[in-house]
């Protein structure tokens, strides 16, 4: 595979990573999925519906069986208590599954990460054998902690989950990016594909999405435009931008060989 | 009968079963579920040898969409 993203010590074509909530509805969800490209796609655990028609379809047996790497979350959660039994959950159910992203929340409308409850969660996880990707803030003290903790990917925020505001601080996303030596994905925030293209070229090994997909007006077409968004930026941080130069142009034509009028 | 909290609720059952029972008791036989009783997880293995008693509180989950 070329340029693969490792994670966990196996590789994924496709550094385009999706949510699989707010769909329409299942027929939906695996159509978008298929556009986007994505090998690794997120699911929530809840509790059964006990009131619920039993018949009624199940995410599990909407996707292609064996088709995508599941990552269980743990969205919802307020304590590391709650996100670690979820996990452990997770586990049982998708039959001894240790990959799962962690997100720990510290505040119903901002959805903004609790710090410190992720970082007990994630010792606990790493400790009990779970590969942990997690969803923290852009702080980079917190990213080296989680990172020398265990988690085998460090996933800040771009802006507020599910609020499509875009990358709004990429100074320190790059200070991330410049000391971790796990792979760094982008998670949440993202709006179109330009902020993913902009994730990538920053160096980022890959971006999570989920409410960029399912809340646009063609879902289908933007998982698409995301799939070309994530390769397009992967391409350009490969090849390396031209150095900035501020103040002066510079001609991209010859400036010899110029016609000039008589006098 | 027996009284336990299942998914947050007070709940009934009208004998005693096991976890692979109440699974059955819920027409839940065969879909993917995971069980925790009182804390802990109960492995598949073990859902038709693990006894429900009284008082026990059970979550019950599924994997739903979501990102």
């Known amino acids: 595979m070329q340029d693969p993203l490792i994670i966990a010590g196996r590789e994924y074509g496709s550094r385009l990573l999706v949510g699989t909530g707010k769909y329409r509805d299942f027929a939906q969800t695996a ?7 994505a090998e690794i796609v997120t699911v929530a655990i809840r509790r059964v519906n006990l009131g619920q028609n039993p018949d009624e379809p199940n995410l599990l047996d909407a996707l292609p069986k064996g088709r ?3 990552l269980p979350n743990t969205a919802g959660c307020y304590t590391a208590d709650d996100a670690v039994r979820t ?3 997770a586990r049982e159910l998708l ?3 240790r990959l799962v992203k962690l997100e720990v929340l510290g505040d119903p409308t901002s959805l903004f990460p609790h710090v410190t409850e992720t970082l007990k969660a994630a010792e606990t996880l790493v400790k009990e054998g779970f590969d942990v990707m997690v969803y923290t803030s852009d702080d980079p003290i917190v990213a080296r902690q989680l990172e020398d903790i265990g988690c085998c990917a460090i996933m800040p925020l771009a802006s507020l989950i599910g609020s499509g505001m875009g990358i709004l601080n990429p100074w320190n996303l790059q200070l991330i990016l410049e000391q971790s030596k796990v792979p760094v994905l982008v998670d949440a925030g993202v709006g179109t594909a330009s902020d993913a293209a902009i994730a990538m070229e920053l160096g980022c090994q890959g971006v999570l999405m989920n409410t960029a997909i399912a809340g646009a007006q063609d879902p289908i077409r933007m998982a698409h435009a995301m799939r070309l968004g994530v390769q397009a930026g992967r391409e350009a941080y490969l090849a390396g931008r031209m150095p900035k130069k ?4 510079s001609p991209s034509s010859p400036s010899a060989g110029l016609i000039t009028s008589c006098k | 009968m027996i009284q ?3 998914n947050g609720e007070a709940k009934t059952l009208p004998a005693a079963m096991t976890c692979a029972g109440l699974i059955a008791h819920l027409s839940l036989t065969g879909k993917r579920v995971a069980i925790e009783r009182n804390g802990d997880i109960v492995p598949k293995s073990r859902h038709d040898q693990e006894w429900l008693a009284d008082g026990d509180r059970l979550e019950l989950v599924v994997a739903v969409g979501g990102g």
């Open chain 2, 4 to 6: 336990i909290v299942l």
């Open chain 1, 68 to 70: 995508y790497t599941l």
């Open chain 1, 95 to 97: 039959d001894d599954h």
């Open chain 1, 87 to 89: 996990l452990r959950l």
């Open chain 1, 246 to 249: 501020l103040y002066h142009g």
């Open chain 1, 31 to 37: 159509e978008a999925l298929d556009a986007s490209g």
